[in-house]
């Protein structure tokens, strides 16, 4: 069984992806159907919400780099919300708060 669950659901013009569990290597197959379910319609606005993700490991955080310049290319916007303290430290330890959008919440991804 996955430890890593996604759903996602359309608001407006933006496709919110809600990522629940871990995010260890071996979950890096499971991480890349759902992006690529998230990205198949190239959404204007991408919200990745982590608030349920409890780990994330380099693999995963090279997953949402590569994510974060697929969404560049069609010129869409790829924000992270919801970062709860494990992975919030991992995204800033690594810079890269610096390469994504940050918001606390999805309502406020979405009026940003």
């Known amino acids: 069984m996955s430890s890593l669950t996604g759903d996602i659901d359309q ?3 933006a496709t919110v992806l ?5 995010i260890p290597a071996t979950e890096i197959a499971e991480l890349n159907r759902l992006l690529a379910r998230a ?10 919400d982590v608030n349920g993700l409890t780990l994330i490991t380099s693999p995963g955080v090279g997953a949402l780099l590569k994510l974060s310049q697929e969404v560049a ?13 494990g992975v919030e430290d991992i995204i800033r330890d690594s810079r890269l708060d610096q390469v994504f959008d940050i918001a606390a919440t999805i309502d406020d991804a979405l009026t940003a």
């Open 73 to 85: 290319d069609w010129d869409g916007q790829l924000w992270l919300v919801g970062l709860q303290p």
């Open 18 to 22: 809600s990522l629940s569990g871990q």
């Open 11 to 13: 608001r407006g013009s």
């Open 39 to 48: 990205t198949a319609g190239r959404p204007n606005r991408l919200i990745i």
